[in-house]
C-alpha cells in the first residue's frame, strides 16, 4: 500500500528541483550535516528554508549545497545566520 503524498517525509536536500530556481540563494556549503542545522535553525525562527543541489550527494553526504529562501525572506535569514537579533 502507498502512502498519500502528504504523508511522505520531505527529501532533505531536493536535487535538480527547478521550483526552487526563483528562492534566493543564503549560502553553500559542503556538507549535509551543517547544512541541514543551519535549514533547521531558519526554520525553528519559523523561516520558509530548504536545500538543494545540482547533482546528487556522494556517499559520504558530501556536495555542492545550497541552502535557498522564498526571496521575500532573504533579508531576515541572512541576518539571522549572522547571529543577530531579528527584532
Known sequence: MRLPR???PRPEVHVDAAEY???ALVEDYE???TALAFRDRLRDLGMTAE???DHPLDRF???DIALRVPPEQ???ATVA???LDLD
Open 21 to 23: 530556481d526563483d528562492w
Open 31 to 33: 556538507d549535509l550535516e
Open 81 to 83: 545566520l549572522d547571529g
Open 51 to 53: 536545500l538543494t543541489a
Open 6 to 8: 502528504f504523508l511522505k
Open 74 to 76: 532573504y533579508g531576515d
Open 61 to 63: 553526504g558530501r556536495g
